[in-house]
Antibody
Framework: QITLKESGPTLVKPTQTLTLTCTFS??????????VGWIRQPPGKALEWLAL???????RYSPSLKSRLTITKDTSNNQVVLTMTNMDPVDTATYFC??????????????????WGKGTTVTVSS | DIQMTQSPSSLSASVGDRVTITCRAS??????LNWYQQKPGQAPKLLIY???SLQSGVPSRFSGSGSGTDFTLTISSLQPEDFATYYC????????FGQGTKLEIK
């Protein structure tokens, strides 16, 4: 059974750097096809995809936030860390991490986020 | 960036109704399209991947179709537990979500 849990500060000040940790179990990030992504959701608003790291250390970032984001993995401790620099009140949101798996359809691999953590709420305020 | 646009933004329907939600990509994404359901206070749940493949455990009243830039999610007969917000998401280039469709009880 795959589970993920987000952890990090609940309150950060403007201009500070946010560091969030996703601790997971039930899979290994050294297994081919596996990935972990981060997604956020401001209060009452839509989901926004942030970043993704694959088993082979391939990393993908939201183009609009790429300059502020860094995603890394610690395979031995089953953790993925997301850092976001220069936090602003508009970054106030619930931050989710999610397992990225893949399915084969007609000989092609398709990736999807099939197991999510419960999310952690981050408020940016002075 | 690939922009995803859903319509409608909100929808009122009754139990037993057939409902269709549309998602349009700003460029062709083949069938790299997933659908999620989110209920208040919960994390999203994967319903459909690869545009039309039903995720394990998801009821068969949910179905997806489309390719290229235009996609649909259909719920054949609405159940009380289906009232939620639905999001499409592309996995062709990086990732991006639509703005969501809130399905409410009429």
């Amino acid at each position: 059974q795959i589970t993920l849990k987000e952890s990090g500060p609940t309150l950060v000040k403007p201009t500070q750097t946010l560091t969030l940790t996703c601790t997971f179990s039930g899979f290994s990030l050294s297994t081919s096809g596996m990935g972990v992504g981060w997604i956020r959701q401001p209060p009452g608003k839509a989901l926004e995809w942030l970043a993704l790291i694959y088993w082979d250390d391939d990393k993908r970032y939201s183009p609009s936030l790429k300059s502020r984001l860094t995603i890394t993995k610690d395979t031995s401790n089953n953790q993925v860390v997301l850092t976001m620099t220069n936090m602003d009140p508009v970054d106030t949101a619930t931050y989710f991490c999610a397992h990225t798996g893949r399915g084969a359809v007609a000989g092609q691999y398709y990736y999807y986020m099939d197991v999510w953590g419960k999310g952690t709420t981050v408020t940016v305020s002075s | 960036d690939i922009q995803m646009t859903q319509s409608p933004s909100s929808l009122s329907a009754s139990v037993g109704d057939r409902v269709t939600i549309t998602c349009r990509a700003s460029q062709s994404i083949s069938t790299y399209l997933n659908w999620y359901q989110q209920k208040p206070g919960q994390a999203p749940k994967l319903l459909i991947y690869a545009a039309s493949s039903l995720q394990s455990g998801v009821p068969s009243r949910f179905s997806g179709s489309g390719s290229g830039t235009d996609f649909t999610l259909t719920i054949s007969s609405l159940q009380p537990e289906d009232f939620a917000t639905y999001y499409c998401q592309q996995s062709y280039s990086a990732r991006s979500f639509g703005q969501g469709t809130k399905l409410e009880i009429k």
